[in-house]
């Protein structure tokens, strides 16, 4: 099974600053990484998909880069709905697909 | 406008059953990847099971030879049927669409997702 490692737990930050979250495989995944955003009570809500690619109506501050075994998404200027968990989930190996463990980016 | 809706989540006794439904709109379940995946309270993402456009189902090894991924096909509801449920079952239950094929990976990366249902598996 593929792991992935999101670093850091919590990030710390004020709107108007840059976030940086990071997701690391156990092994290739090659561009088959996502990313989602999740709210209290609210279910995952799709970002980045195919390492890179935004996804349907997410603003441009969203970004993601990577392949292999290292991805990062990064938020150019944190907007206060920004504040939330992230997770980051590869769909490279079969069967199982595998989430990491998650980033709650809160407010400074 | 496409959208999932789950029901059916219960408080139900460790070793019981339970059937979860979702309801999908504004695209045909037949013809896409189907997905449950599932969150314990405070916890992370867990993936549990896929039905593929052609029937095929794949599952978990969490929940293989207990779970059954099923789809009725003329109302548009895909079901779950949890068999011999245990208390680390506890989860909120999503049903969610999984991409196309891409580079001969399919269902790889889920949009949209239904709001979800708990599931509390709990004497």
């Known amino acids: 099974e593929i792991v992935l490692t999101q670093s850091p737990a919590t990030l710390s930050l004020s709107p108007g600053e840059r976030a940086t979250l990071s997701c690391r495989a156990s092994?290739?995944?090659?561009?088959?990484l996502a990313w989602y955003q999740q709210k209290p009570g609210q279910a995952p809500k799709l970002l980045i998909y195919?390492?890179?690619n935004r996804a349907t109506g997410i603003p441009a501050r969203f970004s993601g880069s990577g392949s292999g075994t290292d991805f990062t998404l990064t938020i150019s200027s944190l907007e206060p709905e920004d504040f939330a968990l992230y997770y980051c989930?590869?769909?490279?190996?079969?069967?199982?697909?595998?989430f990491g463990g998650g980033t709650k980016v809160e407010i400074k | 406008e496409v959208q999932l809706v789950e029901s059916g989540g219960v408080l139900v006794q460790p070793g019981g059953s339970l059937r979860l439904s979702c309801a999908a709109s504004?695209?045909?379940?037949?013809?896409?990847?189907m997905n449950w995946v599932r969150q314990a309270p405070g916890k992370g993402l867990e993936w549990v099971s896929v039905?593929?456009?052609?029937?095929?189902?794949y599952y978990a090894d969490s929940v293989k030879g207990r779970f059954t991924f099923s789809r009725h096909n003329s109302k548009n509801i895909l079901y779950l049927q949890m068999n011999s449920l245990r208390t680390e079952d506890t989860a909120v239950y999503y049903c969610?669409?999984?991409?196309?094929?891409?580079?001969?990976?399919?269902?790889?990366?889920?949009?949209?997702w239904g709001q979800g249902t708990l599931v509390t598996v709990s004497s």
């Open positions: 092994q290739s995944v090659g561009i088959y």
């Open positions: 195919d390492a890179s």
């Open positions: 989930q590869q769909r490279s190996n079969w069967p199982a697909l595998t």
């Open positions: 039905i593929y456009p052609g029937g095929s189902t």
């Open positions: 504004g695209f045909n379940v037949t013809r896409n990847y």
């Open positions: 969610t669409r999984g991409s196309g094929c891409s580079g001969g990976l399919c269902s790889r990366f889920f949009d949209p």
